[in-house]
Every structure is written in C-alpha cells, then in structure tokens.
C-alpha cells in the first residue's frame, strides 16, 4: 500500500458555473491521472444535482497565487486612495462640504 | 491546492498567533495559506480525516442491501444516498489535503488502523429496515453534528460540511419515509422497523457525538473533565460551537416526536419530557455505556476496514492503468493525430492554443 502513496494522481482545482449568468467557482479537487479522467471525476463529485452548464479543471501545481498577509504589500488595496470609491465624493442630489454639486 | 508557506518575511511567534487568534475571535474563517498553530492544524486534520474515514466506512452496512431493495425505485433511491456519501468523503479528503497532508497517506492511515472511522458503523445491517434506521437517526445524528460545522472556523472544512448538510437532507427524509412505509405494512413490517430501531438507537445517541463531555451528560466530574477539556480546546478555537452532550440532547429532542408519529419506540425506558428542563430526559451516556457502544476490535470493526482494503486493493488496477496511461500520454490524454513527441506536445499544449480551447469548450466565448 506504501506505494500508492508514492503514485498519488495529480490534484486537479475543480471550477463550476452552477447556472447561466455566474462565473465559474471553485468548488473543491479531485485527484486523476489526466484531464479527461479530472472531469469525471469533478462530474460525479460536484455535479450530482442542479443544472450545472461547465466544469474546468486544472492541475493544482498550476494555479499561482498570493495571500493577502499582514506583513505582504502584495495587495496594497485602495485604503490610502479614498477616491477609488464613490463614497469620497458628495451624491448628486446633496450639498457636499463644499457647495452645490447639481451638476 | 497544497498549503505551502507564504513567503513573506518572517513574523514573530507572537505576532503570527495574535493575527490567527483575532480571524476566531472575529469569526472569520482561516483558510490554507494562512498561519496556524501546530496544534490548531493537527486537531483539524484529526478531525476532517476521521469524518472523511466514516463517510466512506459509513457506505458499507447500507451498501450492502443495494442488491436487495424491495423494489427499482427503493433501490435507486439508495443508490444516490450511498453515492453521497462516496462523495461526502471525497469533499472532506479534498479539504483534508489543503492542511498538507495526501489522500492517499490518510487511506494508508485508516487502512494500517492509525486512524479510524466512526464506531458507529462497526454494526451490521441486519434488515432491510435497517437502511431506513440508519439514514433517520444516524443521518439525523449526523445534519445535528454538521449544522454548526458549517461555521466552523476552518474555511475549506467549512464549505465542505455546507454541501455535505444539503444532501444529508435527503437522506434523513428517505430514511424516515422507508420506515414509515414499514410501519404502515404488515406487523412484520412493523416489527421489523422496531428491530431496527433497537439496534441502532444507541450507536447514533452515544457514538454519533463523541464521548460525554458535560456532568450534564451523566459523566462523573473526572470523566466530564477529561471530555471536555477536549472540548473546550476544539471550541476555543472555533472548530466545534456545541459541546457533544449538547448536541446529543438536542438529538433526542428531534427523534422524540419523530419516533411517536412513527408508532415505534426508542429503546431507552428513561426517555421522558422534563417539563422543567424544557428537554426530554434520556439515559445519560457516561463513560460505561460509551464504551459498551464502541464495540472496539469487534467482528464487525474488523469486517468494516478488511471489506474497505479489499475494495482498496481490488481497484489498485484501475489506479495502476490510469497512470500508465498519464505516463505513456501525459496530463492532456493522447495528442490528435499526427502524433507529435509527447515531451513537446505537453509542453506546447500548455500555451495559449490550450487556454483559448478551455474557454471555447467552456462557453466563455460565443
């Protein structure tokens, strides 16, 4: 049994698009030998109920990513730019801190 | 997605624990790549690999009766129950893995005997009314478990017991239904049901929720200490919201009325409404009756994990072709004819030509 552990299949991310007008989510792994197997698998596994219109896998060792950490400047988010969000400015219909802006 | 240390600059000790101790004081959930104490890790992977262990264990005593359902229609509708359950393990093993460890090392680790499943398996299906047994009170058992782990402080465990609580659903509703239409058959019919019920009462109340960890529950103080001492680690952490006695009286309440409209009766002559408690009292389940239940070494704990490396090894040739094939073609299957180099193809099928017929196969392009 000792060598199985040595063969694992790969892991695949598995990604659904549960139903028309949504992206599609990650919703968990399978592990498989190739692509083709991958999808069975994540069929049976994530697809069971619904009406699931696509399923992507893809190899684990291949997504990249970064996690917000709080020693990370890799998301340095918009906290010091308040004017990315409509809320630094006055609604259309107010008087703001400076005036009229009916424009 | 395996979790590999974030390569950031290295926190202290203190200031790595203060931000994982303020994700579960603001109940928000700690997800893979995030720093955990060792122990938080440990006690999750514990957890997640035992649940995962008694999802596919769990498959056997009702899988054993596929073959025998009474009519196509039962025996389709148990068909989809133990599949769920197949796939309640695989959810749970995929986020087992996202806390470092392999699928495959926790299968080794079940079927060496280092890890186990839930006991309460280790019970034969002795009926058919006892697929219907089974899914009413351990399934029920279980949605009462799995309820709170939806908010359980580890995301990927979190998201795993939100889908695992919406087919559970249908189990305990199919499982109620079979044994009604027991109990509205014949009086062997009925018998029959009320057998089942006998034999799986106790392995649902004592061992679906864990040993007592509340003098509430019956324990003495020492034996409640030791339980939860257990629990208030799992639950100062965010992992468990309820104690196991808790959890258990809660079970008891639901079964009650359930049991009455039935017809049967729960085979616990202790069990009666306390109007000042505002609960039904039971049996308490201390450490004697918990143990009793365990039925550790038993034939049927034996017979649970050899049927379990049978089915292992009886599809090892399965798993040894599907490699042999992914060695011999690669991930991406064999190439379109002309057959190119695989070494190339792999390579070359990995650039945009590959991305832009993910996206046309997947719709994402008109």
Known sequence: MSRRTEGAPASWEVFLRPRRGLNHQHVGSVRAADADTALLRARDLYTRRGDPLSLWVVRSDAVHAASPDERDPFFAGAHHKPYRYPEHFPPLTEKGADGDHLD | MSARPTGTTPASQDELL?????????????????WMPDGYRRMMIRQVAQHAHSEIIGMQPEGAWLTRAPSLYRKSVLIAKVQDEAGHGMYLYSAAETLGVDRAALLDALHQGQQRASATFNHPALTWADTGAI?????????????????????????AMRRVCQEEAFHVRQGYDLMRTLCEGTPEQKAMAQDA??????????????????EAGGADARAAALGAAVSRRAMAWGIKRHTNDELRQRFVDSCVPQAERLGLVLPDPAIRWNEERGHHDFTPVD?????????????????????????HEDGAWVREASAAYAARFGADGPPPPPAPDPETASKAGAGPAAVEDVRGGAGERA
Not at chain 2, 18 to 34: C, K, N, S, Y
Not at chain 2, 198 to 211: C, E, I, N, S
């Open chain 2, 18 to 34: 203060a931000h994982f101790d303020g994700l579960i004081a603001a109940g928000e959930t700690v997800e893979p790549r995030d």
């Open chain 2, 197 to 214: 019920v006998d034999r799986w009462w106790l392995p649902a109340v004592a061992l679906m929720f864990g040993p007592p960890d509340t």
């Open chain 2, 287 to 311: 450490w004697d009756l918990y143990r009793a239940a365990l039925g550790e070494d038993t034939h049927w704990s034996r017979q649970r994990l050899a049927h379990r490396r049978a089915a």
């Open chain 2, 135 to 159: 899914a009413w009170l351990t399934d029920g058992a279980a949605v009462i478990n799995q309820a709170p782990l939806c908010r359980t402080s580890y995301g990927p465990y979190a998201r």
